[in-house]
């Protein structure tokens, strides 16, 4: 048992170290897009980390956001949390500029335009 103790710190210890490289990578950045939020819903532990990522960017870096979703449907992005959800938002929406748009995205438009018979 020890062993196996010992053994799982190293490898968290492994982990922590290429997070925190990572982590140092984003710091240094002056603007991070994060595309198609929301396509896969996350589990506990990567709602958790997702929100550990965004409020290490809060107030530190400019962040890009690309859903589809509306804010209500998050919860069940974010491993049904509300409480997670609810503070995610918080610290997201704090100093932005929400821009929907309505209607279909330019990729689907245009793979539309090529089914269509050309004259």
């Known amino acids: 048992?020890?062993?196996?103790?010992?053994?799982?710190?190293?490898?968290?210890?492994?982990?922590?170290?290429?997070?925190?490289?990572?982590?140092?990578?984003?710091?240094?950045?002056d603007l991070l897009i994060v595309d198609e939020l929301g396509y896969i819903p996350l589990d506990r532990?990567?709602?958790?980390?997702?929100?550990?990522?965004?409020?290490?960017?809060?107030e530190q870096t400019s962040v890009i956001v690309i859903t589809n979703l509306a804010f209500v449907d998050w919860p069940q992005?974010?491993?049904?949390?509300?409480?997670?959800?609810?503070?995610?938002l918080a610290r997201l929406t704090h100093?932005?500029?929400?821009?929907?748009?309505?209607?279909d995205s330019f990729p689907f438009k245009s793979s539309l335009g090529k089914s269509e018979p050309q004259e």
């Open 1 to 29: 048992m020890a062993v196996t103790a010992v053994d799982n710190r190293y490898i968290e210890t492994r982990h922590e170290k290429q997070v925190l490289r990572f982590e140092k990578t984003i710091r240094q950045c």
């Open 45 to 58: 532990m990567g709602a958790e980390y997702l929100f550990g990522f965004f409020s290490m960017c809060y």
């Open 95 to 103: 100093h932005v500029q929400i821009i929907e748009i309505v209607g």
């Open 77 to 88: 992005v974010l491993a049904n949390d509300e409480r997670l959800t609810k503070a995610l």
